[in-house]
């Protein structure tokens, strides 16, 4: 951009202002301007103005400004960052009294802007002029993020809901009873998959009763949980291919293809699984989490030092009657400084031998607590 004042001077705009005027940096002098939309012409166009009403401006108007007129509203986590590292005030606020933080919120900012946010020191509970507070002051949050590997990282966010006294979690944490969650229950798409699953034959022919669907719903939760389970049998291609057109069942869909059966023991596998519900680690989130137990650990203890009488997961069956101490000893694995899991070895020995025959880009970081391990099954 180019502003004229009878020399030409050249000037890059950083920022346009509520009231039409522009903040404008010079090219040959080491100081900012604000200046009216009229002495403002794109450059290469010769005409100007020859009056001169340039005035300074600090450097952390300019900042701040460009931190709550353009980088929090791009949702852009980098040009934060730039911002604030060359000295933007993370508390600083607009016209309205709002924060970055509640800015950010508002525009459904990454979770990661949000982090970065709060450890430069943004007040989470701040209110606006307007009385409005960060999640209406109703929330606190903690986000664990643990590097697994040189390609991934993993985030959790935890939720406190002070006035239900509901801690709200994505992964972490899991609960799984034996009876098939009501929402498969609700619509007869769902039940198919559990009659699907219900089967020990390609051509079998099951009814639906509650025995049959807590029988799919075991096979289920096993299966998303572990990926091959213990007591999962894969059939022979040829098997399972020339069953598929004899299929009794045909409305289960998949062309009448079960390429699989399972043990009898598959029941107890599901029973070290959901050992009656009681909260547990996912398989694979345990993995990942014991590559950072000290963030691990920190996160779990900031959690647990929080008030609440419920936790609704993500995941699986909710809400769960849990308070802060026994959220915290699902994590007793991070103290014991063992990775040892109460499911089945059987069950988990695809993932640990899947895990640690990755190729070199995607290996997971060595892990002081070493590898997954179960109990022993028999199954």
Not at 132 to 152: C, I, P, W
Not at 339 to 350: P, T
Request: proline letters at 7%.
């Amino acid at each position: 951009a180019r502003r004229v004042d009878g020399d030409f001077g050249e000037g890059i705009v950083l920022d346009t202002l509520d009231d039409g005027s522009h903040l404008i940096v010079w090219s040959e002098e080491d100081t900012a301007a604000k200046i009216s939309g009229a002495e403002l012409m794109p450059f290469g166009s010769g005409i100007g103005l020859a009056t001169e009403r340039r005035q300074r401006v600090a450097p952390a108007f300019i900042l701040n400004n460009f931190l709550l007129k353009t980088a929090i509203p791009s949702n852009d986590i980098s040009r934060v960052q730039m911002v604030v590292r060359d000295g933007a005030d993370v508390n600083c606020t607009d016209a309205d009294g709002n924060s970055p933080l509640v800015l950010a919120a508002s525009n459904a900012a990454s979770v990661a802007m949000v982090q970065f946010l709060i450890s430069r020191g943004a007040h989470v509970n701040y209110s606006s002029a307007a009385g409005s507070a960060l999640f209406g002051g109703e929330f606190e949050f903690e986000v664990l993020t643990a590097k697994a590997s040189r390609e991934s990282v993993y985030q959790e966010a935890a939720f406190l809901h002070k006035p239900s006294r509901t801690l709200l979690l994505c992964d972490a944490v899991i609960s799984t009873s034996a009876e098939p969650p009501p929402i498969l229950l609700s619509e007869p798409e769902y039940r198919r998959a559990l009659l699907y699953h219900a089967r020990d034959d390609p051509l079998e022919k099951v009814e639906e009763s509650p025995a049959v669907l807590r029988k799919g719903w075991e096979r289920i939760a096993l299966f998303a949980n572990f990926f091959m389970p213990g007591s999962l049998v894969t059939l022979e291609t040829g098997a399972w291919l020339s069953a598929a057109p004899r299929t009794p069942m045909p409305e289960l869909g998949w062309g009448g293809v079960l390429p699989f059966s399972w043990k009898a023991s598959t029941s107890k596998a599901f029973d070290a699984f959901s050992a009656g519900g009681r909260p547990a680690v996912a398989p694979i989130i345990q993995i990942i989490l014991s590559r950072a137990p000290e963030q691990a650990s920190a996160w779990v203890q900031r959690v647990a030092s929080w008030d609440f009488v419920s936790v609704v997961p993500a995941h699986f069956d909710a809400p769960l009657a849990v308070g802060p101490k026994e959220f915290a000893s699902t994590f007793d694995f991070l103290a014991k400084g063992t990775n040892e899991v109460r499911f089945c070895d059987e069950d988990v020995l695809f993932l640990r031998e899947a895990l640690e025959g990755l190729p070199p880009n995607l290996a997971l970081f060595d892990t002081p607590l070493g590898s997954l391990r179960g109990q022993r099954c028999d199954l």
